[in-house]
């Protein structure tokens, strides 16, 4: 195999597996991950693009060190049930590392970010991300953009309730269901309507 077939199918891969995370494997839309996380940035008005940028980054990281790890970890006894403590382990590890690397670096918003970091690192859809990418049984290129995947699906997830969260609180919208409830039925519509698109057809 020559160096521009390995890149092909290198980065092919990679975006194949990263499609899978946002749509197919979506963390909020398809196993409602992280969902919890999402509500809160769009009700306190944060960056969501800021907090996706941090989210990627850790899940990838993760993504990575999991896939080195990973057959280590398998030729243990009992490996099913080691696996997810690896893997919060390993999320540990990039969480510290991350924060010692924010609080070097010059930022402006520095507090913020740490802030974000907190909440992404201890977010139940990175570790999702991680259960979910090892089940496929994936090559380097397919954890790397099973990581970039989650990352930008929890983004999009969470911008397309963010653009419908003014109108889901309006007085349109009966006193009882508005806020929490009536945005849990607009994810869930948005769930199936995904669902639909991916070609799954709906039982009769």
Same mark, same amino acid.
């Given at each position: ?9 290198? @980065? ?68 099913? /049930? ?29 507090d913020m970010m740490l ?30 953009? @099973? ?14 309730? /963010?653009?419908?969260y003014g ?38």
């Amino acid at each position: 195999m020559t160096w521009l077939e390995f890149t092909t199918t290198f @980065f092919g891969k990679m975006f194949l597996y990263a499609l899978i995370a946002m749509f197919t494997e979506n963390t909020i839309f398809s196993r409602a991950l992280g969902a919890s996380t999402s509500l809160w940035i769009i009700r306190k008005k944060y960056r969501i693009f800021a907090f996706g940028m941090i989210m990627t980054i850790i899940t990838t990281l993760s993504a990575v060190a999991v896939y080195y790890l990973l057959p280590y970890v398998q030729k243990l006894d009992s490996s099913s /049930y080691i696996l997810p403590l690896v893997y919060i382990g390993v999320i540990a590890v990039v969480y510290i590392v991350m924060l010692f690397v924010t609080h070097r670096l010059p930022l402006k918003n520095k507090d913020m970010m740490l802030m974000f970091i907190h909440r992404c690192a201890f977010n139940c859809a990175v570790l999702g991300a991680l259960l979910l990418s090892t089940e496929y049984k994936l090559e380097l290129p397919g954890f790397i953009g @099973f990581g970039i995947g989650t990352g930008f699906g929890f983004t999009l997830a969470t911008y397309l309730t /963010y653009i419908a969260y003014g109108r889901l609180n309006s007085k349109a919208v009966p006193k009882a269901f508005r806020g929490f409830p009536i945005t849990l039925f607009y994810i869930g519509i948005l769930s199936l309507a995904i669902y639909g698109m991916i070609g799954h057809e709906l039982p009769v």
